[in-house]
């Protein structure tokens, strides 16, 4: 049973700019802290960012100043805004529940490239 779809991804040079989305289906995002993570071959999931149903967000390190974190609650969406891409950055992006994860969506590719 699919419940999370991410979107967006894509190809962006150094520098640049994307925002990813994720839907839920029906109500499995609400008032739950919902989070986004990445995954590159060879190593374990990173978690990036959170909000809380009310928007209050936190963020790892590697993202702080970089990443937006926001969500739409009317429309069962979380949403990643990316700024200042890096090489680095390239992975496979999720959102999922922080507490109570639900099964992982397919994720979204992001492929930072000059």
């Known amino acids: 049973q699919v419940q999370l779809v991410e979107s967006g991804g894509g190809l962006v040079q150094p520098g640049g700019s994307l925002t990813i989305s994720c839907a839920g289906a029906?109500?499995?995002?609400?008032?739950?802290?919902m989070g986004w993570y990445r995954h590159t071959p060879g190593k374990q999931r990173e978690w990036l960012a959170s909000?809380?149903?009310?928007?209050?967000?936190t963020y790892a390190h590697s993202v702080k100043g970089r990443f937006t974190i926001s969500r739409d609650n009317a429309k069962n969406t979380v949403y990643l805004q990316m700024n200042s891409l890096k090489f680095e950055d390239t992975a496979v992006y999720y959102c999922?529940?922080?507490?109570?994860?639900?099964?992982w969506g397919q994720g979204t590719q992001v492929t930072v490239s000059s």
């Open positions: 909000i809380t149903e009310a928007g209050r967000a």
């Open positions: 999922n529940r922080v507490i109570g994860s639900l099964n």
């Open positions: 029906g109500r499995v995002l609400g008032g739950y802290l």
